[in-house]
């Protein structure tokens, strides 16, 4: 009895412990972002908000003629990268979320089909071409700088990010975790599987499973976290 309680209790908390961070009440949106510094965004139809630590409102953005917010990514807080696939819009955004350029317009650059986007600390973007299967790189001019076909089975990934370790992720729900380098090369798969946005904290991977409770894997380790 006393061992059956003690591994009880060890799995309360590592289902606890499991969660990426706990968004204050006040935020109610389900999108939710953090930065490094520890700000909330949250993204709702066509507005893009900001919320300090504690959950204290900051500033908006919106811009209903670029259409609904798809993705931001804010791995750099300074320069917050917006995509909104419909009209086939990214715009970059300082850390006031006032527009620090004029938008970058996809489609007139022929990217017609792109379905996700993220922006690499090497000061380019990321895309990826859900009908050809392509991953895109192009530099803030919309010049294209690498495309690498993506010929795996059943890739239809919901999510395209920049990790720490200077690598791409593209999360696929059915097959896992790709891992890409920063040129595009693939490096493996991590069977990890999800239907929503996974998150990423230092080496970390926060995931929700099969019946939405977060797990933690341990990126460098490459293991379930202890």
């Not at 289902?15 to 990426?20: D, E, F, H, S, T």
């Not at 996809?106 to 986007?117: D, G």
């Not at 490096?187 to 099969?210: A, G, R, V």
């Amino acid at each position: 009895m006393k061992k059956l309680f003690f591994f009880l209790l060890c799995s309360i908390t590592i289902a606890l412990n499991a969660q990426p961070f706990k968004v204050p009440d006040n935020i109610k949106e389900e999108v939710i972002f953090r930065d490094r510094f520890g700000s909330f965004y949250s993204i709702k139809d066509v507005v893009l908000s900001k919320y300090d630590k504690n959950g204290q409102f900051l500033y908006s953005y919106s811009d209903p003629m670029s259409g609904e917010i798809s993705s931001v990514d804010v791995n750099n807080p300074m320069k917050i990268m917006l995509f909104c696939k419909e009209q086939g819009i990214i715009r970059f955004l300082d850390n006031r979320l006032a527009p620090l350029s004029e938008n970058i317009d996809l489609y007139e650059r022929q990217y017609t089909t792109i379905s996700l986007a993220a922006y690499s600390s090497d000061n380019n973007i990321w895309l990826y071409d859900q009908a050809n299967h392509n991953l895109i790189a192009i530099d803030l001019y919309g010049k294209q700088i690498a495309k690498i076909h993506c010929n795996f089975p059943d890739f239809h990934p919901i999510q395209l990010i920049e990790v720490p370790n200077k690598m791409l992720m593209m999360q696929n729900p059915k097959t896992g975790i790709f891992l890409f380098d920063l040129w595009g090369t693939y490096i493996k798969t991590l069977s990890i599987f999800s239907s929503e946005s996974i998150y990423m904290t230092n080496n970390e991977i926060y995931y929700k499973d099969s019946e939405h409770h977060w797990q933690c894997y341990d990126f460098l380790r490459l293991q379930e976290c202890k």
